[in-house]
T-cell receptor
Framework: GQQLNQSPQSMFIQEGEDVSMNCTSSSIFNTWLWYKQDPGEGPVLLIALYKAGELTSNGRLTAQFGITRKDSFLNISASIPSDVGIYFCAGRFRTGNQFYFGTGTSLTVIP | EAGVTQSPTHLIKTRGQQATLRCSPISGHTSVYWYQQALGLGLQFLLWYDEGEERNRGNFPPRFSGRQFPNYSSELNVNALELEDSALYLC????????????FGDGTRLSIL
């Protein structure tokens, strides 16, 4: 299956710092999604991106659909303790409804 | 609007037994997806159902199967359980229209003893 590489694998940051993570693919995707998963819960959709170059914000979160269509980026500004969790990217080809998921970035925010 | 609901929350089985997991999609969603999330790993795609038909299948053995009912709810069945089947099983739903994101339930934690 398709491999989506997420980096970094884990992050430990101080409260108030900004966070950047990315997701890369060997294939071109038409849709990128970013999810956050809290312990014991299912992933929750944060941002959806549908067009190359698109930049979309959701509160303190901003995600971008890479120009090459093989990557996407998620930034979190002024991190707070409740940002703790695992962040997943997911990509979809132009055809088909299946999304391929990255391996996740685990974020720890130190108060 | 109710989200995706999954039952049971936890399921404990022994090797060789069979497990049935259930999922109710968001109202109006016709597509249901099943994923396996082993501890510390990402989401591995299992199955996709839409309008009662299996549309796609991930790289899992045939003992992983399922079905979708006329009300769009779905079951995932795992036969001849093995220790490595222990995982969080997540269900997601979406509209069939292309580009619609998937929305997840909180999963069923399956533990094999």
């Amino acid at each position: 299956g398709q491999q989506l590489n997420q980096s970094p694998q884990s992050m430990f940051i101080q409260e108030g710092e900004d966070v950047s993570m990315n997701c890369t693919s060997s294939s071109i995707f038409n849709t990128w999604l970013w999810y956050k998963q809290d312990p014991g819960e299912g992933p929750v959709l944060l941002i959806a991106l549908y067009k190359a170059g698109e930049l979309t914000s959701n509160g303190r979160l901003t995600a971008q659909f890479g120009i090459t269509r093989k990557d996407s980026f998620l930034n979190i500004s002024a991190s707070i303790p409740s940002d703790v969790g695992i962040y997943f990217c997911a990509g979809r080809f132009r055809t088909g409804n299946q999304f391929y998921f990255g391996t996740g970035t685990s974020l720890t925010v130190i108060p | 609007e109710a989200g995706v609901t999954q039952s049971p929350t936890h399921l404990i089985k022994t090797r060789g037994q069979q497990a049935t997991l259930r999922c109710s999609p968001i109202s109006g969603h016709t597509s249901v997806y099943w994923y396996q999330q082993a501890l510390g790993l990402g989401l591995q795609f299992l199955l996709w159902y839409d309008e009662g038909e299996e549309r796609n299948r991930g790289n899992f053995p045939p003992r992983f199967s399922g079905r979708q009912f006329p009300n769009y709810s779905s079951e995932l069945n795992v036969n001849a359980l093995e220790l490595e089947d222990s995982a969080l099983y997540l269900c997601a739903s979406s509209f069939l229209v292309l580009n619609q994101p998937q929305h997840f339930g909180d999963g069923t934690r399956l533990s094999i003893l």
